[in-house]
């Protein structure tokens, strides 16, 4: 089975742009999450989908928003980005019938210039 | 507020040596211990995981012990070798819950020297 995979891998834009990542899970998984990676924060969820329905959400400001499709693939998008944005963006999908394990994609890397 | 608190921060063994890697929670609803271990440039990996009810998981050389009472647990690598040089992250979060969000630690990074 493939695994969880993120596109793009990079990504550079300005401040005040809007981005948009993308992470389709394994094949059959129905949870996606979304994580950002910063040195200073470490990893901090994001927000979930399960079904195309935001199941939990983190605290981060309203211009992260995300959306997940009837295949189960998901986008997140920032607007008016900001330098600290720069980070990570790592998605993990879940099975969710017999299991809680995540799998991690390998992260799309923004950077926020 | 950080529910999950690990250390240490970094960590050198050599090799052959015992790699141990601890983690408080206080969250008393968590109910599900996973680690992850990271190389550079890529997403976290699954080592192993536990769950409450139990108080040790071994899964080659890799072993979880858990403390419910004391609210920690542990990550021991038995045999260290270079190859485990990554940065480890301990996790927790509220299984069947209906959601699947983990907190996680703020990572160790572990180097095996030869």
């Known amino acids: 089975k493939a695994g969880v995979t993120q596109t793009p891998r990079y990504l550079i834009k300005t401040r005040g742009q809007q981005v948009t990542l993308s992470c389709s899970p394994i094949s059959g998984h129905r949870s996606v999450s979304w994580y950002q990676q910063t040195p200073g924060q470490g990893l901090q969820f994001l927000f979930e989908?399960?079904?195309?329905?935001?199941?939990n959400k983190g605290n981060f400001p309203g211009r992260f928003s995300g959306r997940q499709f009837s295949n189960s693939r998901s986008e997140m998008n920032v607007s008016t980005l900001e330098l600290g944005d720069s980070a990570l963006y790592l998605c993990?999908?879940?099975?969710?019938?017999?299991?809680?394990?995540?799998?991690f994609g390998p992260g799309t890397r923004l950077t926020v210039l | 507020q950080q529910q999950v608190k690990q250390s240490p921060q970094s960590l050198i063994v050599q090799k052959g040596g015992i790699s141990i890697i601890n983690c408080a929670y206080e969250n008393t609803a968590f109910d599900y211990f996973p680690w992850y271990q990271q190389f550079p440039g890529k997403g976290p990996a699954l080592l192993i995981a536990?769950?409450?009810?139990?108080s040790e998981k071994k899964e080659g050389r890799f072993t979880i012990s858990f403390n419910k009472s004391a609210k920690q647990f542990s990550l021991h690598i038995m045999d260290s070798q270079p190859g485990d040089s990554a940065t480890y992250f301990c996790a927790a979060s509220k299984a069947g819950a209906g959601s699947y969000q983990l907190t996680f630690g703020k990572g160790t990074k572990l180097s095996v020297i030869p």
């Open positions: 993990a999908s879940t099975q969710t019938a017999h299991t809680d394990t995540q799998y």
């Open positions: 536990i769950r409450p009810d139990v």
């Open positions: 989908y399960f079904s195309e329905t935001q199941r």
